[in-house]
């Protein structure tokens, strides 16, 4: 897989928590691969506020690379990351703090829409937190180039409601041989996984767990022992990075609803 762009169709379902919990466990799960998560909120960063409270430094990221006046390469992505651990297998690339920010940074989605090839070339996957769908600043190239799409969601009727009419449109525009997917955060409040994927017309995902104190954790520059790497929430995580590879890499099959 290349590219993996998470989004949703409204509220704030988990989308950052549920790109951060892929990219803890996306070197796991695939082997010899290494995973860039990129912070491309355009209504502003869920990630940047832990992470500064955690301790790193602000700048870089997706600023510093829309501040260049050259057009970033592959390599340019690699560098202004932030690597998770000694190895360099799980990186993060800071996003922006407002929305006028994103003005500024669509070349950066062009040019990594552009750099995803050679990045996978490379043995780095990309994870992109996109946002809620239908934002002015939204990162559109993203949308198109990805392998594939994953509209994040609750399960309530309004959510699958919502969802489903944004996943129709999602399939339109990226046209017919595109995967566009979708997965539960929090399953059987009140509805299943399945029944919700047998709604949406998308193959059955495992659900993410809802974890508060990984969740936190992760949100904070990770963790590490025994209690975060067997969290419900990991866990859960490990069964999604091995489905959606192998979503992004087949044929989509749409399930009648």
Known sequence: MTLLALCSASGAPGVTTTALAL???WPLVHRERRVLVVDGDPAGSGVLPGYLHAGVVAGG???ALAAERSRPGPDAFLDEALALDPAG?????LGFTSTAQ????????????DAARALDAAGVDVVVDAGRLGHRYE???LFQAADAVVAVLGSSLRAVTTTAAALRDLRASRGP??????????????????E????LGVAPLPAVAVDPWAAGALAEAGSTGWRFER????????????????AATTVPAAVGS
């Open 23 to 25: 990219g803890w466990v």
């Open 89 to 93: 297998s799980r990186m993060v690339l």
């Open 102 to 113: 994103a003005r500024t940074v669509t070349p950066v989605w062009e040019a990594l829409a």
């Open 196 to 199: 919700i994927s047998s709604e």
């Open 61 to 63: 990221g997706v600023l």
């Open 231 to 246: 969290s419900a929430l990991l866990r859960s995580a490990r069964d999604l990075a091995q489905n959606l590879r192998t």
């Open 139 to 141: 990162p559109t190239v």
């Open 177 to 194: 041989g595109s995967r566009t997917t979708a997965v539960v955060v929090g399953e059987r409040r009140p509805y299943s996984a399945r």
